[in-house]
């Protein structure tokens, strides 16, 4: 526990890390994450740990394959871009069953995208994000306290599950500073116990242990038995907030940043006198849909409320079903939701408006495209002048 | 006396122990083995000088040197 | 009463190999086991086994084992150390791991002198896959990707990694070695110890590149599969130590 401090997004988490007993860090520079491997350079050596620059986002996340692997808490952080490149081994380490933190300071996309923070990598982070059938527990902070206490909730839940955890942030909220505190003390890795699977030195006769993703004829088995513990995860391990959320006619559904801004649209709604309330998913994976089925019963409208293109709707599509109307206020690539504008699409969500609700085919409505090939410029196979 | 033991369920005949035998005492077995090999013997112990050229070179790790 | 003069290790593991008849990694298997037992530190080692033939190297192997993704074998060793400094880490790779995929992570981690040792399996085919053409397949030499024979005109050249990495300031021990006589063996044996001998001793970053031999995805004979490695690769990867500064 300390006093509160003043700190920014990224070294909050950073230092939230160390305390939690992170021991190893690889990472590569991406922005708006690059306080974090900066701030592990300046103190995980004296800490006790290891950082290391990695010539790749690739490169890091098999190094810390091999450091989870010998039970050290272990993590990598990067944004967007850089977590697509991460998949390989993050499905790596989900199949070996490793535990470890993975940070998403997300940025707009896709492709190369902005720097702004983002919330488009929804989808990839709470499916899997690289090949086959696999979670990874996707935690969701909104305030530069959460950034810094949620590493610690994220080793804690990752080594109980034995699975890679992520902490889906953005770079807002990496980039900001707020007065926080830490609400654990330091974890002394010395005063961790080992875990029976690792690699490790000194074997002393036991039988040898292997860390690997290959699971030939036993794969089946391996990924059925494994989804036991995702089961018991969505069972037991969905967090949410919830602000006037039993008394509410609509329920706004936002997590991270997004969330601030529907807190602010709350509280101006009750100036205006009407009832709004917030459901915050705090874990993404495993989605609190119980919860918010139950909420979503008494309520005349939900307004998901999302900086991505109706990535997060969908799950709350899945929770509630077709008994309360769902819209959906999208603020895709960067885009920054502000309290006016949200309650602008609560009054629609109430009287039956546009405004301010997004919907696809609404938006494609008289749309018409066709990308065609023309001969006037040329034929594609000519291939003159070309070297080979 | 040196001599070596061939573990068939390891050998898989590629004989190169056969070939890097200096005595020239090793050949190739008349019977199958539960692999499906015609593993390598040891046709002549009595020339075995006990060099470890066969064990060297064995992929398979499948020979023992012995010496009675 | 018998003597035994040479059997298997213990640092190998009962399991029979899965390799064609042959194949060189076996010889190389053992040649890493021995070494273990030799230098005392069999307790201490933690292997990486690569994605391609030697995917399964983890069931040989009698001590703790990581196998993780294609050419990543250097970064997991690095992770591996840095977590376990008292650890004597090793990542066994094969030529298109090490020398395609991977390549920025073997250099990197040469860049770095990590104290880990590399093994890297030169048979110049994808061999797992099927024969595919690898980085370091001869010119002419015919692959199912190059059903014509390397042309390096489309294809380039093969790369040599001893000669590339002895470049960097941080490798500290590069050798070429073969399997194909057991004299060849018995100096691949000195030079992987001396790899392992650094890594005890913190001298930082050591590979041995070893010409193998593939028969099957050659589509040779053993005999003419050694014969290639004589009088096709020697020449291209001529065998010796090309950086030594691991001192005594």
């Avoid at chain 1, 006619?249 to 602010?264: I, K, N």
Wanted: charged content about 20%.
């Amino acid at each position: 526990m300390t006093e509160k401090t003043l700190r920014k997004g990224n070294e909050a988490l950073a230092e939230g890390a160390i305390r939690a007993g992170a021991r190893f860090f690889a990472g590569y520079p991406i922005t708006p994450q690059n306080e974090v491997p900066e701030y592990m350079a300046a103190y995980m050596a004296d800490a006790g740990g290891a950082f290391v620059q990695a010539e790749s986002e690739v490169a890091a996340i098999n190094m810390v394959y091999g450091a989870a692997a010998t039970g050290t808490r272990s993590m990598t952080s990067s944004s967007s871009p850089g977590i697509s490149l991460k998949q390989e081994g993050i499905t790596y380490l989900a199949s070996a069953d490793l535990p470890c933190l993975i940070v998403n300071v997300m940025r707009g996309g896709p492709g190369l995208g902005s720097i702004g923070g983002a919330q488009g990598d929804y989808f990839q982070a709470t499916r899997g994000g690289g090949n086959g059938d696999y979670h990874v527990i996707v935690l969701a902070p909104n305030s530069v306290e959460e950034l810094g206490n949620f590493p610690k909730l994220g080793f804690d839940l990752a080594e109980k599950y034995r699975m890679p955890c992520m902490i889906l942030a953005d770079g807002i909220l990496g980039q900001m500073m707020e007065s926080m505190a830490f609400n654990f003390d330091p974890i002394d890795p010395n005063k961790l116990g080992k875990f029976d699977w690792a690699v490790d030195i000194n074997k002393n006769g036991r039988a040898k242990n292997n860390v690997f993703s290959y699971k030939g004829d036993n794969l089946i088995a391996d990924v059925v038995e494994r989804a036991k513990r995702y089961g018991l995860i969505e069972k037991t391990e969905a967090r949410y907030e919830e602000r006037n959320a039993e008394d509410c006619d609509v329920l706004l559904v936002a997590y991270g940043l997004s969330s601030r801004a529907c807190l602010e649209a709350v509280n101006r709604a009750k100036e205006e006198g009407l009832k709004v309330g917030l459901f915050r998913p705090i874990t993404l994976w495993p989605f609190p849909s119980k919860r918010l089925a139950e909420l979503a019963k008494n309520v005349k409208a939900i307004l998901t409320v999302e900086q991505s293109l109706g990535q997060l709707v969908q799950d709350v599509k899945l929770a509630v079903g077709d008994k309360t109307p769902i819209y959906l206020q999208a603020y895709p690539a960067g885009g920054q939701p502000d309290g006016a504008a949200i309650l602008t699409g609560v009054r629609s969500c109430l009287n039956g408006g546009k405004e301010g609700l997004f919907d696809l085919q609404e938006h494609a409505k008289g749309f018409t495209y066709e990308c065609k090939r023309d001969l006037s410029l040329g034929v594609q196979g000519d291939r003159k002048g070309e070297t080979k | 006396m040196p001599r070596i033991e061939v573990d068939d369920n390891r050998c898989k005949a590629c004989y190169l122990c056969v070939n890097a035998c200096p005595k020239k005492c090793l050949g190739k077995s008349k019977t199958i083995s539960k692999k499906g090999y015609f593993p390598a013997v040891q046709e002549r112990p009595q020339d075995c000088i006990g060099c470890k050229m066969c064990y060297v070179i064995c992929p398979d790790v499948a020979i023992t040197v012995l010496k009675d | 009463m018998s003597t035994i003069l040479a059997k298997k290790p213990a640092s190998l593991t009962d399991v029979p190999m899965h390799y064609c008849p042959g194949c060189g990694h076996g010889i190389v298997h053992r040649l890493l086991a021995e070494t273990f037992e030799e230098l005392k530190i069999a307790d201490r080692v933690i292997g990486v086994a690569p994605v391609g033939c030697a995917v399964f190297a983890d069931s040989y192997f009698a001590c703790d084992c990581v196998q993780g993704a294609h050419g990543r074998g250097p970064a997991i060793a690095t992770g591996i150390k840095r977590s376990k400094p008292q650890a004597i880490v090793f990542s066994y790779q094969g030529d298109g791991d090490l020398a395609s995929i991977g390549m920025a992570e073997i250099v990197h981690a040469a860049v770095r002198s990590e104290n880990i040792t590399v093994i890297f399996i030169n048979n110049a085919i994808y061999g797992m896959t099927g024969g595919q053409m690898a980085p370091t397949t001869l010119v002419g030499q015919v692959a199912t990707t190059a059903p014509k024979g390397r042309d390096p005109k489309l294809q380039g050249w093969p790369i040599n990694m001893c000669e590339m990495l002895s470049q960097i300031t941080g490798s500290k021990y590069l050798a070429r070695v073969a399997v194909d006589t057991p004299q060849n063996v018995l100096k691949a044996k000195q030079c992987i110890k001396k790899a392992f001998e650094n890594q005890v001793n913190g001298v930082g970053f050591s590979m041995v590149e070893v010409l193998s031999q593939c028969p099957t995805n050659w589509h040779a004979s053993v005999e003419q599969a050694l014969e290639f490695v004589r009088t096709k690769m020697m020449p291209q990867y001529p065998l010796g130590v090309f950086k030594d500064e691991g001192g005594k």
